[in-house]
T-cell receptor, first 113, second 112 residues
């Protein structure tokens, strides 16, 4: 079936470095993608989204890149801080699905001092 | 601004007991509402979603049910809990269309 998966289950980066979290999706009909951050014991928090008519979108310290040709999504975090340590999920959906999200299994980002 | 509330935050229940988890949304009208379950170290599994009062769609057959008695209230229930029902339950809302879902802080359910 369709799935959204992550290339790496864990990622460790030094404080101040840039982080890149990757995500592959398999549903070519997906047209809306979201990145969430989940801290321990809390619900996922919306970070940034991107629609399929865009290749790149920037937020505060975060950038999402979408490559529809290879069905790949990435989240870049600039100047990673200790507060960025969390599990990051990508999610995808498509119009006509009541916007049901399909989530990847998540990447644990650990920021080292 | 919109807010979403879930309660309780944690719950310990014996096998075979009933369940009722409540979720309410404030600051918006006619939201899409969702119930998810998350196993430890895993992604989110959609259980139910609702696009309006009394409209419930089930994604996974199981002994859980959902109801939407009011526009901004979503309830997850069970008549008899199983050990396998343990997990982290999350409620979410969205404005529909190409809009993100926003999550509550979840209920940690432990079945003994």
């Amino acid at each position: 079936g369709e799935s959204v998966g992550l290339h790496l289950p864990t990622l460790s980066v030094q404080e101040g470095d840039n982080s890149i979290i990757n995500c592959a999706y398999s549903n070519s009909a997906s047209d809306y993608f979201i990145w969430y951050k989940q801290e321990s014991g809390k619900g996922p928090q919306f970070i940034i989204d991107i629609r399929s008519n865009m290749d790149k979108r920037q937020g505060q310290r975060v950038t999402v890149l979408l490559n529809k040709t290879v069905k790949h999504l990435s989240l870049q975090i600039a100047a990673t801080q200790p507060g960025d340590s969390a599990v990051y999920f990508c999610a995808e959906t498509y119009s006509g699905s009541a916007r049901q999200l399909t989530f990847g299994s998540g990447t644990q980002l650990t920021v080292l001092p | 601004s919109q807010t979403i509330h879930q309660w309780p935050a944690t719950l310990v229940q014996p096998v075979g007991s009933p369940l009722s988890l409540e979720c309410t949304v404030e600051g918006t009208s006619n939201p899409n509402l969702y119930w998810y379950r998350q196993a430890a170290g895993r992604g989110l599994q959609l259980l139910f979603y609702s696009v309006g009062i009394g409209q419930i769609s089930s994604e996974v057959p199981q002994n859980l049910s959902a109801s939407r008695p009011q526009d901004r209230q979503f309830i997850l229930s069970s008549k008899k809990l199983l050990l396998s029902d343990s997990g982290f339950y999350l409620c979410a809302w969205s404005a529909g269309g190409s809009q993100p879902q926003h999550f509550g802080d979840g209920t940690r359910l432990s079945i003994l």
